[in-house]
């Protein structure tokens, strides 16, 4: 299977939905839409949406603390929401959640970036 992105925009937050598999077959594709949308001035934080996520390999992994790592950079905050048990499971093996917050859904994650949804 493959793996669709839908990126939109809300204020200065990227919000991100991935559906389908993030695996080493997808993950360059990610990793470059979404670091295009980070190089806009506007962006200064992103919401990952996994809510259509069905696979993830360690190169998703990859994907996510990569973008992590940028948007703190930027002085930005990054947060997650609607994850999948399965896909919570390897996050929660991985230590992802340490540094990552997760959220039941995506207007609740938008709003833990400091903007009304």
């Given amino acids: 299977m493959a793996l669709h992105l839908d990126v939109k925009r809300s204020k200065n ?30 962006v200064t934080h992103l919401v990952l949406n996994l809510e259509k996520l069905e696979f993830m390999d360690s190169s998703g992994l990859g994907v996510i603390l990569g973008r992590y790592k940028r948007v703190t950079q930027m002085g930005g905050k990054m947060t997650i929401c609607s994850v999948q048990p399965s896909i919570q499971r390897i996050m929660e093996m991985s230590g992802l959640f340490k540094i990552l917050q997760m959220f039941q859904d995506e207007s609740s994650a938008v709003s833990a970036c400091g903007v009304a949804s």
Avoid: F, P
């Fill in 13 to 42: 937050v990227l919000v991100a939905r991935l559906d389908g598999e993030l695996d080493h077959h997808t993950a360059a594709h990610v990793r470059k839409v979404i670091e295009e949308e980070l190089n806009h001035e506007w």
